[in-house]
């Protein structure tokens, strides 16, 4: 099984509003990561965890909160969005930081109001 | 600063066509390289890993090949059917091996039946 599952696949949310995303696997990987993507570019790396520990945070806005409950889930807390956060965000999950290959999920669509 | 950059940005070519991909990199310190697929509004797809001692991958009908002398990747697609239509990425994991890929911008490629 090489699956990463993502939920919500879409979320629609206010300025004021907190939701978060999901992200499972399965596959005994130690290394999870949040990738941002915008239309029609490629994905940029938020977040990286590696043995449940925040290993990279690529200068995300702090109204961005990952949290990594244990090796097979993650979570990115969303708070106080602004509009241009608007993307389609992506989870991914390797055997170990910068080893082996990159898993993504189907992503979770979402759109701030 | 690594940077990776695929050529052409669009293909369009009739089914049964066999075409090449190709993707670039500016420093050959590179720990591997992986393609993706994506298809419009969903997650990436990994196609092939090639490690920095690799000269190729195959998986089916794709083969990848990599050249870290002269900086380069090519992904080969034999007999094209519509079903390949996607947009493809190719993706560069660093000497530091960090977990943070350098994407290129995709080659958005089209298959006419």
Known sequence: DTEVTQTPKHLVMGMTNKKSLKCEQHMGHRAMYWYKQKAKKPPELMFVYSYEKLSINESVPSRFSPECPNSSLLNLHLHALQPEDSALYLCASSHGQGTGELFFGEGSRLTVL | ?113
């Open chain 2, 1 to 113: 600063k690594q940077e990776v950059t695929q050529i052409p940005a669009a293909l369009s070519v009739p089914e049964g066509e066999n075409l090449v991909l190709n993707c670039s990199f500016t420093d050959s310190a590179i720990y591997n390289l992986q393609w993706f697929r994506q298809d419009p509004g969903k997650g990436l797809t990994s196609l092939l890993l090639i490690q920095s001692s690799q000269r190729e991958q195959t998986s089916g009908r794709l083969n990848a090949s990599l050249d870290k002398s002269s900086g380069r990747s090519t992904l080969y697609i034999a007999a094209s059917q519509p079903g390949d239509s996607a947009t493809y990425l190719c993706a560069v994991n660093p000497l530091s091996n960090t977990g943070k890929l350098i994407f290129g911008q995709g080659t958005t490629l089209q298959v006419k039946p």
